[in-house]
């Protein structure tokens, strides 16, 4: 790929801070966004995902409209389900790429589950859609 087609960026640094996580998309999670969205003109999103501790997944078909999606965990471990390959658990190590507009589910995760999540673009829609 030419680097003439990619989007021009700014440098970004986000340093840890505890105070920085909020609830987000699902309640059972806490966000912390790392400033990738402002870096990259809306390009990329990147956040810290961790679980909130005593809440539990509440499983619900869904897609979302990205051109990619690509998870790494941190600690503990999640179980997604997949429409094309089944209930999948990543745990501290592994990653997944999300293929667009793929149906998936979560279905659980531990109290210390704890996710690197990057998506393009920054600002996608997320749909709740029938079973597979």
């Known amino acids: 790929m030419s680097t003439d087609t990619i989007p021009r960026t700014s440098v970004s640094h986000a ?10 998309l699902r309640p059972y999670f ?3 966004d790392l400033g990738f ?3 990259s003109n809306g390009g990329y999103v990147a956040h810290i995902i961790r679980a909130v501790p005593g809440k539990r997944a509440e499983p619900e078909w869904h897609t979302h ?7 790494f965990v941190l600690r503990g471990w999640i179980d ?6 089944g209930v999948t ?3 501290a190590g592994s990653s997944c790429l999300f293929p667009p507009g793929v149906r998936h589910q979560v279905l659980g995760n531990s109290d210390d589950f704890e996710q690197l999540e990057v998506v393009s673009p920054a600002d996608f829609a997320t749909h709740a859609v029938d079973k597979p």
Not at 15 to 24: C, I, R, Y
């Open 65 to 71: 409209d990205a051109a990619f999606q690509m998870v």
């Open 15 to 24: 340093a840890a801070d505890e105070s920085d996580f909020k609830l987000g």
């Open 30 to 32: 806490e966000y912390r």
């Open 89 to 91: 658990r990543l745990t």
């Open 37 to 39: 969205k402002e870096a």
């Open 80 to 85: 997604f389900e997949f429409e094309d390959i």
